[in-house]
């Protein structure tokens, strides 16, 4: 079993930043890739970006591309998501999740992600 913990969501204006923290425990962090994920209302919940085991490997969905960074640090069991540039669209909860793999895949294969934390908001006022 995997706990996660998500911080850092909040209120920020378009063009604005935040980071997202998500803090893992339960099992060897640097076993598993870690993913963040986000759901707005009425809408699917879509892969935004994730990482594999040791970080040397990354995704970012094209609407995030450019704009936010997925970083973890293994000796800190956390995962990150830099959000620059925001706007309204970015609006949604984010969820981070843990993968049963060690490998990144939330493009091909996002069922492998099964561990996640409750969600944090974030909301990017125009």
């Known amino acids: 079993q995997v706990q996660l913990v998500e911080s850092g969501g909040g209120l920020v204006q378009a063009g604005g930043s935040l980071r997202l923290s998500c803090a893992a425990s339960g099992r060897t962090f640097s076993n598993y890739a870690m993913g963040w994920f986000r759901q707005a209302p009425g809408k699917e919940r879509e892969c935004v970006a994730d990482?594999?085991?040791?970080?040397?490997?990354?995704y970012y969905a094209d609407t995030v591309k450019g704009r936010f960074t997925i970083s973890r640090d293994n000796a800190k069991n956390t995962v990150y998501l830099q959000m620059n540039s925001l706007n309204p669209e970015d609006t949604a909860v984010y969820y981070c999740?843990?993968?049963?793999?060690?490998?990144?895949?939330?493009?091909?294969?996002?069922?492998?992600?099964?561990?996640w934390g409750q969600g944090t908001q974030v909301t990017v006022s125009s």
């Open positions: 990482i594999n085991w040791n970080g040397g490997s990354t």
């Open positions: 999740a843990a993968s049963r793999l060690t490998v990144n895949s939330c493009k091909t294969s996002p069922r492998a992600y099964l561990y």
